[in-house]
């Protein structure tokens, strides 16, 4: 497999084992990278240092949601560096305040709070529901098994994961899991001190699940009756991924009842700002002054180079009709992987998601795989980097494709061709 890619001139060769080796002396080796540097990226493509070429179906875990180096971006950051990059929050600027009330039209009635990324915007709506139940000792979240929500102690103790846990206990208290999708362990669950729940409307790390209809109907129904609030955590699934602004409204798209739908809160980072750091949670109407003056904060939170960004990448999803695109291709993209699961039964399982938040699912022995203690995802994953194609193994079984959403037609083409020929290779 190695040999697939010709041997790159000895400078690049040099470039690859010296930036290798300022990790290894000098980064936390808290990741396990794969084996490339990369440089530059154009498009749905990025380039390692040595020149080759990869699509770049990951977007960086369903952050680039434009692709890399477009230009929109590119413009928005340099105009708005000119004016002013960061004022703190001590004052009020106009691209913060405009975002917000972007996300609030395309949400529903509330407010919303800028942090830094995914994690801390999921603290937020943790220290929301303390204060929502404080004054009734009330201060239990519970959070899906398999569930993801970030990095941080609090994050991992809501994290239904045990992997993220270990070697960090004790873990931070007030949280306990359910099953995902299961209505009646939920209603179950509860105890006397529970607050809120909350959940992914499409699980990503966890392998790709959607929530179902009656799984979000029934959430918000029984949080009403039994005054707990419902947060979601629209980190990933979120920005148009799904086809709609956020997972549930495409989940709920013509379901009765499921138009009026909403959380009481939600988070979002990732594709928020297409690649440049930020964060957020909205907080619904009923909730949203609960977070009174001096009670939450964050100095970078909502920069108004942050929110410029946002603000473009909004715009240019909207003008260029990308979440239409999303269903549209991501639809083709699915029946595709449906067809290679047909045609290739001993690899391909399955196909999970919906538009832009798909996954390969893999059959558990693969053959071609015993040799290796590496999982089926992982060592699927490194052949489609030989073949030119990024993606995003979530567990062991499961491949994610996180396109950019202005993924053309062709390109997606491309994608699965090299995921056919991957596939052959494992026959
Ligand atoms: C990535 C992710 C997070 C964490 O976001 P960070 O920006 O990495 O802190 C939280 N929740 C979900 C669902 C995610 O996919």
């Not at 949080?223 to 947060?231: G, I, R, S, T, V």
């Not at 499921?258 to 109407?285: N, Q, T, Y």
């Not at 100095?299 to 929110?307: F, H, R, V």
């Not at 193994?393 to 491309?414: D, F, H, T």
Request: glycine residues 12%; hydrophobic residues 45%; proline residues 5%.
């Amino acid at each position: 497999m190695k040999e697939i890619v010709p041997a790159p001139p000895a400078i690049v060769r040099n470039d690859y084992e010296s930036i290798r080796e300022l990790f290894t002396r000098n980064v936390v080796p808290s990741y396990g990278r794969f084996e490339l540097v990369l440089s530059h990226g154009a498009g749905s493509y990025v380039f390692d240092v040595a020149g080759k070429r990869y699509l770049d179906l990951g977007s960086g875990i369903a952050v680039c949601c434009l692709g890399h180096a477009h230009p929109a971006i590119t413009e928005a950051l340099v105009e708005q560096s000119k004016k002013l990059i960061h004022v703190s929050n001590l004052y009020f600027t106009e691209p913060q305040g405009r975002l917000a009330a972007e996300l609030v039209k395309r949400i529903g009635a509330g407010k919303v709070f800028f942090a830094n990324s995914g994690a801390e915007a999921n603290e937020g709506l943790f220290k929301l529901a303390r204060k929502f139940g404080h004054d009734e000792g009330r201060f239990e979240i519970l959070t899906a098994t398999n569930s993801f929500h970030g990095r941080t102690l609090a994050g991992i103790a809501a994290t239904g994961q045990d992997k993220v846990k270990k070697g960090f206990e004790p873990m931070t208290p007030g949280f306990r899991h359910i099953p995902y999708n299961d209505l009646a362990a939920a209603r179950a669950a509860l105890s006397p001190a529970t607050v809120a729940i909350l959940i992914e409307g499409v699980q990503g790390e966890g392998g790709v699940t959607p929530a179902t209809p009656e799984y979000l109907l029934g959430l918000r129904a029984l949080c009403d009756e039994k005054k707990l609030l419902l947060l979601m955590d629209g980190v990933q699934c979120g920005h148009y991924r799904t086809g709609r602004f956020q997972s549930f409204q495409k989940i709920l798209e013509g379901v009765p009842g499921g138009e009026k739908f909403l959380p009481d809160g939600l988070s979002m980072a990732k594709s928020l700002g297409g690649g440049f750091p930020i964060g957020a949670f909205w907080v619904r109407a009923p909730y949203a002054d609960l977070l009174s003056a001096g009670t939450h904060g964050t100095t970078y939170g909502g920069t108004p180079l942050a929110c410029a960004v946002a603000l473009k990448v909004l715009e240019v999803l909207d003008r260029e009709n990308l979440a239409e695109q999303a269903v549209k291709l991501g639809g083709w993209l699915k029946a595709e992987i449906e067809r290679l699961a047909k045609t290739y039964p001993t690899v391909v399982k399955g196909a999970r998601g919906m538009g832009f938040i798909l996954g390969i699912e893999l059959m558990e022995k693969i053959p071609a795989f015993a040799a290796s203690d590496k999982t089926a995802a992982l060592q699927f994953t490194n052949r489609l980097h030989a073949a030119g194609v990024l993606t995003v193994p979530a567990g062991s079984q499961i491949v994610r494709l996180l396109p950019p959403l202005n993924l053309k037609l062709e390109e997606a083409a491309e994608g699965i061709s090299k995921i056919e020929e991957v596939i052959k290779g494992l026959v």
